[in-house]
């Protein structure tokens, strides 16, 4: 690497030398000496093997192989400026902020850690996350990204599918150990649901197996605003609900909740990328989608699908 710059250098020189006609025009250009900028044509004439300049009392002009290392030297140097214009512009692009916004659930159990983990390989790169559960428009509300499980919501900009998150039922057993344990979906009716604000209030459930589609009533009486209330809840035999597989994992591992009719599967989240648009999709955004998709891999009950982007239209 340091010869490929000494030769740039020196062609450099070369090339200030002859625009302006003289060795000590292209030395003031350069900002050094007559004599330093004669020794360095010198030196590259020696790596040549031929003279490059006629010297006259009137400056210098190319001699037949200057004129060839000359036409080659520029093209070398502005393929050079090129390559340094395009290493800082990558190094911005991986800095600066990005905005994005992402359910509290997935925000809290995914998101968070991997930000902590991509600051550690990308130190410039700030990550301003917005865990919100209510569907904003990232063109309004000035977002990077947004991420949305199950609907994108009523908002302009480019949507992609990526994903899809199992859900699955679950209660303590402390709370299974008073109430039963469920063996049909139907039993599942005398048991208290416990409703999370960010879906729509609901009285029914509906359960999938072996193809056939199982509607099951069910009774609320208690509401979490949080993901982490819905936890306590849970933790505190309130009662039972539907969550992420992907967040459920750690407390059935640990005992603390036991899934309720494994048999059986729940309705699943897509999950979406909302974008304001195709231009606006920068290599922060990409960089963070690239590791988001790394991440979803290792998670448990999150399987990757490949759609196409979308246009989405404008609110209404």
Avoid: W
């Avoid at 020696?46 to 060839?68: S, W």
Wanted: hydrophobic share 40%; glycine share 6%; with cysteine.
């Amino acid at each position: 690497m340091g010869q490929i710059m000494d030769l740039l250098n020196l062609l450099e020189s070369f090339v200030r030398v002859i625009d302006s006609g003289s060795l000590s025009g292209g030395a003031r250009q350069r900002h050094i000496s007559q004599p330093a900028m004669s020794q360095q044509l010198n030196l590259l004439e020696a790596q040549v093997g031929q003279e490059l300049v006629f010297r006259t009392n009137k400056g210098v002009k190319p001699t037949v192989a200057g004129k060839i290392v000359y036409e080659h030297a520029q093209k070398m140097l502005r393929q050079s400026a090129l390559m340094f214009e395009a290493v800082q512009e990558q190094v911005a692009a991986e800095s600066g902020s990005l905005v994005v916004s992402v359910s509290q659930p997935m925000g809290g159990d995914i998101i968070t850690p991997l930000i902590f983990d991509l600051r550690k390989q990308y130190p410039d790169l700030t990550v301003s996350i917005r865990m919100e559960d209510q569907f904003i428009d990232v063109v309004e509300d000035g977002i990077d990204l947004a991420i949305r499980t199950g609907a994108t919501g009523d908002t302009s900009g480019v949507s992609r599918k990526i994903a899809i998150v199992e859900t699955c039922l679950a209660a303590s057993p402390d709370y299974l150990a008073r109430h039963g344990v469920p063996q049909t979906p139907e039993a599942l009716s005398a048991l208290n649901y416990i409703q999370y604000r960010n879906e729509k209030l609901i009285d029914s459930l509906d359960l999938f197996r072996h193809g056939k589609r199982h509607e099951v009533r069910v009774n609320s009486e208690f509401v979490a605003g949080h993901p982490q209330v819905m936890v306590q809840a849970l933790l505190n035999s309130v009662g039972f609900t539907r969550m992420p597989l992907f967040m459920m994992q750690d407390y059935e591992e640990t005992g603390q909740l036991q899934r309720l009719l494994p048999d059986y599967q729940c309705e699943e989240k897509p999950v979406y990328l909302v974008y304001p648009s195709r231009e606006a999709m920068t290599r922060k955004a990409e960089i963070f989608i690239e590791a988001m998709i790394e991440r979803f891999k290792d998670a448990a009950g999150i399987r990757l699908v490949g759609q196409k982007p979308v246009q989405l239209a404008q609110p209404a």
